[in-house]
C-alpha cells in the first residue's frame, strides 16, 4: 500500500489525475474503473484540462463505473450516469460505446449485473479502479457487513449513507435506498487501485481502513489485501494516521529512489 499525503483538495485532484494519465500514456487503450461522489470531481476536471491543453486521448479507453442508484433513469439529474457525462465524459473524447455505467432502472438487475461482470472480463478486466471511500468505510456502495467476495449486485444502503447523500437531493426522502454495485469480490480484481480522501469529515474511517483490521464492517479495509493500491489523502483526511510520518518519509525515499 502506498500512502501519499497532500497538502489539500486541489493537490489530491491533480496527483490523481497525473496517475490516470501515466496509465493511459503505458496503455491507451486502458480499463478504468470510475467512482462518483464529490471527491473525484476535481480529478475529472483535471483530466479534462489535460485532454483539452495536453492532449491527453481517451479515444481507446474503456470504463465502468462503480455503482448506480436503483429506479433512477440515466437522465435523472442526480444519477450517477448523469454525473459522469456532466463531469467528464461530455468534455473529453472517449467512445459512448466504451462507457459502462450499471443500469439502475431496469427491470431485472441481476441479469443486468451478470452482464455488468461478464463485460468487464470480456473487455480483459479493470487495469484501474478509481475509488472514493464513505462516511461508513464503503467503496462503491458495499455497505458494512458486505461479502468480501461480492460481485455486482443490488445493496440496501445504510442510514449514514443515505443522510451523506441526502445534500445532492432536494428531499432526504428522495434519496434512492438502494444501489446496484461492483462487488468487493469485483474490485479486488482490478489490477490496481487508487483510492482518494479528503476533508477531516474522512480521517476517522481512513485510519480504519488503512491501520485497522480487515472487515467486513469497514469494506476499504479490504484493499490491505490488494497487490497494488495507492492511496492519495489531503492532510486533514490523513490527521488520525498512526504511521503518518513513516507514510511522508517512505514517499521521499521512493522518489529518491525513482531519481536514481
Ligand atoms: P464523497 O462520497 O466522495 O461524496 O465523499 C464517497 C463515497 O461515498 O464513496
Not at 463505473?65 to 433512477?72: F, I, Q, V, W
Not at 452482464?115 to 464513505?134: F, R, S, T, V
Not at 442510514?159 to 437531493?169: V, Y
Not at 479528503?198 to 464492517?217: F, H, R, Y
Request: aromatic share 8%.
Amino acid at each position: 500500500m502506498r500512502v501519499i499525503i497532500v497538502r489539500d483538495y486541489d493537490e489530491m485532484s491533480k496527483r490523481a489525475a497525473k496517475v490516470v494519465a501515466n496509465r493511459i500514456g503505458e496503455k491507451p487503450d486502458l480499463v478504468l474503473g470510475l467512482a462518483t461522489g464529490s471527491t473525484p470531481e476535481g480529478m475529472y476536471s483535471e483530466l479534462i484540462r489535460m485532454h483539452k491543453e495536453e492532449r491527453l486521448d481517451f479515444s481507446k479507453v474503456r470504463s465502468f463505473n462503480l455503482d448506480e442508484y436503483c429506479g433512477l433513469s440515466p437522465n435523472h439529474p442526480q444519477s450517477y450516469h448523469y454525473f459522469m457525462y456532466d463531469k467528464l465524459f461530455n468534455h473529453i473524447n472517449i467512445r459512448a460505446e466504451n462507457i459502462y455505467i450499471p443500469k439502475g432502472d431496469v427491470e431485472n438487475a441481476n441479469i443486468s449485473c451478470e452482464w455488468y461482470e461478464k463485460k468487464m472480463k470480456e473487455e480483459g478486466g479493470i487495469d484501474l479502479q478509481i475509488l472514493g471511500i464513505g462516511g461508513d468505510g464503503h467503496i462503491g456502495f458495499n455497505e458494512p457487513g458486505s461479502s468480501l467476495g461480492s460481485r455486482t449486485r443490488i445493496k440496501t444502503l445504510t442510514k449514514e449513507t443515505i443522510e451523506d447523500n441526502a445534500r445532492f437531493f432536494k428531499k432526504g426522502e428522495d434519496v434512492p435506498r438502494y444501489a446496484i454495485t461492483m462487488g468487493l469480490g469485483t474490485i479486488s480484481e482490478a489490477k490496481e487501485c487508487l483510492l482518494l480522501a479528503n476533508g477531516a469529515n474522512k480521517a476517522e474511517v481512513l485510519q480504519k481502513s488503512i491501520e485497522g483490521p480487515i472487515s467486513a464492517e469497514i469494506t476499504a479495509s479490504l484493499l490491505q489485501l490488494h497487490p497494488r493500491v495507492m492511496i492519495i489523502t489531503d492532510e486533514e483526511a490523513a490527521q488520525n494516521l498512526r504511521q503518518k510520518d513513516y507514510y511522508q518519509y517512505a514517499e521521499e525515499m521512493a522518489e529518491k529512489l525513482e531519481r536514481k
